[in-house]
């Protein structure tokens, strides 16, 4: 062992009694060792930053629920109308904004949307039922006329769900769910 670091850690102890406020219920100062207490910090940690790391509050941020959506403020609603696989027709009250897939996850609706809605899959394609309705929705971008080439069923008034948010205009939508989805994945086209 170098000379320098024989003398740091002789000096431990003594530091570690004077930053180190851990309750000695837990760390009583026997189980203080050097060697321990180099061992228990970072490499580039200070043995007086000790009691700081220790007291450091631990906080997250909340992560944003997959298909979770506010409900309305009264007089705000628009409608929205799914057909489902077996022809059953459910309506919703939502908010402006509110895209077609997390309506319907949120409300348990069989859609699954794989790729969480970044339009980098067809699972939350839908059918608009009335083409005046079809016409009031921006045009669809590349990247969805993309993933609608691989959607099922297929149609002329076909939108992935995800890529389809509520406005004034499309109160009263009416969308149907086809009979079925793919789900293509990279893996799926080898190399």
Same mark, same amino acid.
């Given at each position: ?8 850690? @002789?000096? /431990?102890?003594?530091? @570690? ?16 060792? #050097?060697?321990? /207490?180099?061992?228990?910090? +970072?490499?580039?940690?200070? #043995? ?18 997959? !298909? ?10 628009? &409608? ?32 699954? !949307?794989?790729? !969480? ?8 394609? %839908? $059918? %608009? +039922?009335?083409?005046? &309705?079809?016409?009031? $929705? ?15 069923? /297929? ?5 992935? !769900? ?11 939508? %009416?969308?149907?769910?086809? +009979?079925?989805?793919?789900? /293509? ?7």
């Amino acid at each position: 062992m170098s000379r320098s670091l024989a003398t740091s850690l @002789a000096r /431990l102890p003594r530091l @570690a009694s004077r930053a180190n406020p851990l309750p000695q219920s837990r760390f009583s100062s026997s189980s203080l060792s #050097p060697r321990s /207490l180099v061992a228990s910090t +970072s490499r580039r940690a200070c #043995p007086t930053q000790l009691g700081h790391a220790a007291r450091r509050a631990f906080t997250t941020s909340t992560s944003r629920r997959h !298909g979770h959506i506010d409900p309305p403020k009264p007089g705000e609603e628009l &409608y929205v109308t799914f057909i489902d696989k077996e022809g059953d027709e459910h309506k919703f009250a939502v908010k402006e904004g509110d895209n077609l897939l997390d309506i319907a996850q949120a409300n348990d609706l069989e859609m699954e !949307g794989a790729c !969480g809605g970044s339009c980098a899959c067809s699972t939350c394609h %839908v $059918i %608009v +039922s009335e083409e005046d &309705y079809y016409d009031q $929705i921006p045009e669809p971008e590349d990247d969805e006329n993309d993933m609608l080439d691989l959607a099922f069923g /297929l149609t002329e008034t076909s939108r992935l !769900g995800c890529q389809v948010k509520m406005t004034k205009e499309l109160d009263g939508l %009416v969308v149907k769910l086809p +009979s079925m989805t793919r789900n /293509l994945q990279a893996s799926d086209f080898g190399s």
